[in-house]
């Protein structure tokens, strides 16, 4: 046990010498990064011989890089680092011996290993930083006939459901050209969603799901299709957080419901103890085109909340929600693009509003209630009627 502290002590003494002089501390950054490079190129010597002997192959592994990652506990993205840049720089000796006499960085290695050799009189790029040495590698990299039809076929897109489908993954990989139109196409939707949603993350990746959503919405979308199965006794029992489903399985929560309830073609299935049908809800239309045609052509075409001018993906939103029994009335109905409807007033809980002051409709926290909007204490303080002091004005 002492011996055990002692170690420790001194391995803490050793390191706490590093701090002694900030000079010193940053050397012995710069040289353990250089020692590293040296080690890698160790270890490419190592990988080359070994992959002559096509070990990897022997092992049963799928790919020399697998095989590497698994024998010297790296990430696989280390691994295809020394695989690939071993192989690069088979030929070219030169590079391989500047990292053995520890004169570069390893990264730095690997993004000039990239570009072909030209005979450049610097072949280490150095008058770029890593990042930059990455983009000349791309401007020199030629793209061939072979190289472009195999990216091409290598496109795809994979979305992966949770087991009870609430939550969706999605990846996959795009060619260079459709890879930059979908980054233009969300990034130039993420940027005009509105900002007056003060529970909006902040982060660009929330924004691009955003985007994602609202450009698989068409601007003249057929109404969803709904069926909804209600466990009677669950249901009841947690206020409907547990108990409802959608048809095909996926659990909803009270808001995704009340979203697609609230302009939808909806069939309401409720489910005794014992598992059989008690009765079958009416199917109907929350908003016939006509009527959502009309809302929308009242509303001037665009969304009605104060400050949004969008004029895509409308949709007519309940002010008291249909699934509470609101009714399909021009009074109760408010046109809203697809952001406002979907996330700020189904997810974010936001009710709209008619201002007091000059009648246009704005969100605020608060109790869905009429037409007239929430009560006056759930309104932004901003938009609160002014109050007086004096008793007698008051009355």
Same mark, same amino acid.
């Given at each position: 046990?002492?011996?055990?502290? @002692? ?33 890698? $190129? ?27 990652? $698994? ?15 071993? @192989? ?5 000796? %030169? ?152 048809? $095909? ?47 929308? %052509? ?12 969008? @004029? ?5 939103? %309940? ?28 997810? %974010? ?47």
């Amino acid at each position: 046990m002492k011996s055990n502290t @002692r170690s420790a002590q001194r391995k803490s003494q050793h390191f706490s010498g590093y701090g002694t002089s900030i000079d010193t501390a940053e050397q012995t950054l710069i040289a353990a990064e250089l020692h590293i490079a040296r080690l890698r $190129a160790i270890q490419m010597d190592a990988l080359e011989t070994l992959d002559r002997a096509q070990v990897a192959t022997g092992d049963g592994a799928r790919t020399f890089s697998e095989w590497v990652a $698994a024998r010297t506990d790296v990430s696989l993205e280390t691994a295809r680092d020394l695989v690939r840049t071993m @192989r690069r720089t088979s030929e070219r000796t %030169h590079l391989r011996l500047i990292a053995h006499e520890a004169d570069t960085s390893f990264d730095r290695l690997v993004a000039a290993a990239r570009i072909v050799d030209t005979g450049d009189p610097d072949p280490l790029f150095r008058h770029f930083d890593i990042a930059g040495v990455v983009r000349e590698a791309a401007r020199r990299e030629r793209v061939t006939a072979a190289r472009e039809a195999r990216t091409s076929d290598n496109q795809h897109l994979i979305i992966q459901p949770s087991l009870d489908e609430s939550w969706w993954r999605i990846w996959g990989g795009l060619d260079g050209a459709t890879g930059a139109a979908v980054d233009e196409a969300l990034t130039r939707i993420a940027d005009t969603l509105p900002t007056d949603d003060p529970q909006m993350p902040g982060d660009s990746a929330w924004r691009r799901a955003m985007a994602l959503g609202i450009i698989c919405v068409s601007d003249d979308p057929l109404p969803t299709q709904v069926t909804v199965f209600v466990d009677a006794d669950t249901a009841a029992g947690t206020g409907a957080e547990a108990g409802v489903y959608l048809e $095909a399985g996926p659990r909803v929560g009270k808001q995704a419901l009340e979203a697609l309830l609230c302009d939808s073609t909806t069939r309401v299935i409720a489910i005794s103890e014992l598992g059989e049908p008690m009765r079958y809800g009416r199917s109907s239309r929350s908003i016939p085109p006509t009527v959502r045609q009309a809302i929308i %052509h009242r509303d001037g075409n665009r969304c009605a909340i104060d400050g949004c001018d969008s @004029r895509n993906r409308l949709q007519v939103h %309940h002010i008291i929600p249909w699934s509470q029994g609101g009714p399909t009335d021009p009074e109760n109905l408010l046109t809203v693009c697809w952001y406002h409807h979907q996330v700020a007033i189904h997810r %974010h809980d936001l009710t709209p509003y008619r201002h007091p002051t000059h009648g246009r409709w704005r969100l605020g926290s608060g109790t869905r209630g009429p037409p007239g909007g929430p009560t006056e204490h759930s309104l932004p303080r901003r938009d609160r009627p002014p109050t007086s002091t004096n008793p007698q004005k008051r009355l």
